[in-house]
């Protein structure tokens, strides 16, 4: 009992003193978070993409003529020239974001450029690889575009499996050592690889067109040009040419560890219009006579659902609507 009592009487003291104590570390950690803070999205004073840059398409599998138009017509999209007219809120006006990025990058009085173009369109309908495809496949499938002023996006179709395909990604963007020389040395090229997830993993590729695998359920929104997997391929693409042509080389914009890394839409997943939050992808625009849901026009009457990118200038999200 006298043990008891000695505990009992002692115990406000070690509340106290473990409160002090919690206090005490609690304001040190924030002061280092604020000590540690750093830009969100670092340069590392590599090349941007720049130039007059084609954007090839390579397509592995089964597609048909109206699905690959859906994504050519999203290409053409980002051009900003006047004479392909786009009503607001645009493709090309969502790429402007991403142009920040080329003024922030140079310190010259002419920061360099880019301009992206629809290129050849490959087609390989035979699966010339067979059904199950590696990262070397992908390199050896991108090589078959242009390797000089080009970006070679492979695309494969729903029966492609393809190694980390629904498991750690849903596509992915590098650099490869092309068989053309500039100057007696060999060069890299850029190429970018997405999958139609519509039968392997639609819940976690092709959302929010489809309900999501995992995290808050909600109703799955209708896609904007009729095909959940393709349309989910457009949302893909679009941030995955944000990424190669602000970090094309691993050396560009980016924010964490070189390899793992958020670009400049990976920093914003999940985001497609204000107000968004996990499990809902924000406020969009409907369409009357379909009900799809999108937030971007393109060329040829094309609605789109494009991702936040992540604006250099505001250190923030930056959504079409």
Known sequence: MA???????????????????HMASATRRLAELVQDQSP??????????????????????????????????????????????????????????????????SSKRTSPSL??????????????????????HLVQLASRGEQRNAVNVVLTSSDVAV?????????????????????????????????????????????????PQYG?????????????GVDGMVINLAGLIAGTATNPFSNGYYQGE??????????????YGNGAYPGYAGNLLVDKATGASYNAHGVNGRKYLVPALYDPSTSSCSTLV
């Open 3 to 21: 043990s008891f009592f000695a505990s009992n009487a002692a115990l406000p003291k070690l509340l106290l003193a473990l409160c002090l104590l």
């Open 40 to 105: 969100l999205m670092k340069y590392h004073n590599g090349p941007l993409l720049s130039g007059k840059i084609s954007v090839n398409l390579i397509w592995y599998g089964r597609f048909n003529p109206s699905q690959r138009t859906i994504v050519s017509d999203f290409v053409t999209s980002i051009s900003s020239d006047p004479s392909l007219a786009q009503a607001p809120p645009s493709v090309s006006q969502w790429w402007k974001t991403v142009d920040k990025y080329y003024h922030l990058s």
């Open 115 to 136: 301009t992206l173009s629809l290129g050849r369109q490959v087609l390989d309908e035979s699966y010339s690889l067979g059904k199950s495809l590696t990262s070397k």
């Open 163 to 211: 190694e980390g395909f629904c498991m750690s990604r849903c596509g992915s963007h590098g650099s490869a050592v092309g068989s053309v020389k500039v100057n007696g040395r060999s060069s890299r090229f850029t190429y970018i690889w997405v999958g139609n997830s519509e039968t392997q993993c639609p819940g976690q590729c092709a959302w929010p067109f489809h309900q």
């Open 216 to 228: 808050p359920q909600s109703p799955p929104l209708v896609a904007p040009n009729g095909d959940v």
């Open 258 to 271: 070189a390899g793992a890394s958020l670009e400049a839409a990976s920093a914003c997943t999940g985001i």
